[in-house]
């Protein structure tokens, strides 16, 4: 009867040194994981605040010159570019007008890097 008692003490359950560090590497794991895909969600959201707050400029600058358009003639306008600086960060704007034909074509690039990839481009025509 002894020798029953003391098995059973012997086999009392809990968790293992080596259940435990399994645990402990998964959930570690499972962290590493998160923080990698919040860094990538927060780097995502950043460009694409950049590539709205450029589409807007963009536009604004097409509407500037269309109702410049009605106010004159666009072969009058010159090529530009300016700098504007938001929330976002600093933005190139730099506009071109080609009133050699009939309608004139303009395009507005705005840049935000000073890189190629990182560049909203809008083209429209205006009739004379």
Known sequence: MKKTMKSKINNASGFTLIELLIAAMIITGGM????????TL??????????TM??????????DLRNDALKIDLT???N???TTTTDAGP??????IDAS??????TVLVDWEGRGNSQVT???LINN
Do not use: C, H, Y
């Open 32 to 39: 590493v994981t998160m923080a990698s895909f919040l860094g």
């Open 42 to 51: 927060v780097t995502t959201n950043a460009t694409n605040e950049r590539k």
């Open 54 to 63: 450029a589409t807007v400029l963009a536009q604004q600058k097409i509407e």
């Open 76 to 78: 009058a306008a010159n």
């Open 80 to 82: 530009g570019t300016d």
């Open 91 to 96: 933005f190139t704007r730099t506009w071109t």
């Open 101 to 106: 034909s009939n309608p004139n074509q303009i």
């Open 122 to 124: 809008m083209v429209t």
